[in-house]
């Protein structure tokens, strides 16, 4: 009988395998603007904030994704199975070109599209950010999650940013059943970063709202938000096999357990556990329904489930 295999870091109801990866057919890319044919939105709050310090007032704007089209046939070759999940692999240093290991020599068109198009809308500070490479790849089962998480923005800034930096930026694709976005106002300035779990209060305005304002992007479509841009996974309604793509721009290092190591920099980073579960954070409004104030891997009374595989899903359509 063959064993299961055990995770190479888990911690607080979380388990993460990281890959080896190789220097053997490495791929380089430079951006090139002039072959970048996407638009860019000049009205789009996403490019308004772009290299701005993290401000929770910029969650009162109403955000979508900017979208930047379906992608090729030749970038869809980013979507064939195979690929190892990987978490927040650098794939650029703040003065770098980009540098894909082997493993990820596929994604080299979808990452030369990314990278004209960034070079284009972020001329003046480009070479100043870090990109990491997230890729998960796999079977998502009636009514779960690939990945899941409560609503949330990728890149907060919480209390131990003091000052804060420029915020983060993402561009996201996947295959199958795209991400949900809220494109509605998150009044949050409020809160207290030092005691209150603003992805609770995420979960909770949606809620408020019955959903009412969730958006979809089309499969294949890749597209780009900020720190400010909420969002969830989506449950599948039938056994699906899904790829989804996340290429972040940060100002920050990343040096959380569980990420993947570029063999092609040289860097050596102490990697500490991922900090939000640890803080002890409370929701904001005690009384809500306990499914928004609780993580996935959590019961209703915060107590983790007996059964690791076991989630809770927040309630986020009260009124169905």
Known sequence: MNEEKKPDVAYRGKQFTVPKLSTQGAVFIEPHREANTAAV???????????????LKEFRTVRKPVSLGILTAAEQVAFRPGSPRTLDLPIKFPGSNFRLP???????????????????????????????LTVDQGEVKPGKLQREAPC?????????WRPKVRGNHTY???????????????????????????????????ADTNSEHA?????????????????????????????????????????????????????????????????????????????LRVRPWQKLDGEAHEDPKERTKPNLRPKQ
């Open 41 to 55: 939105p000049a009205d789009s709050p996403v490019i308004a904030a772009l290299n701005k310090p993290f401000a």
């Open 102 to 132: 082997g493993e990820f020599a596929h994604l080299a068109p979808l990452i030369q599209r990314i990278a004209d198009y960034e070079a284009t809308i972020n001329s003046d500070c480009y070479d100043e950010y870090y990109c990491y």
């Open 152 to 160: 949330h923005v990728d890149g907060f800034q919480g209390a131990r």
């Open 172 to 206: 996201t694709v996947s295959d199958k059943l795209p991400t949900v976005y809220y494109a509605q106002p998150f009044a949050l300035e409020h809160l207290d970063e030092a005691v209150h779990d603003f992805f609770y209060e995420m979960n909770a305005k949606v």
């Open 215 to 291: 958006w979809r992007p089309q499969p294949g479509e890749l597209t780009l938000m900020d720190c400010y841009t909420v969002h969830r996974g989506d449950e599948a309604e039938v056994a699906v096999f899904r790829t989804f793509i996340r290429i972040s721009f940060e100002v920050r290092s990343f040096d959380r357990e569980g990420n993947a190591h570029n063999p092609l920099f040289c860097y050596s980073w102490p990697m500490v556990p991922r900090d939000i579960e640890g803080l002890n954070l409370v929701a904001y409004r005690a009384d809500c329904d306990p499914s």
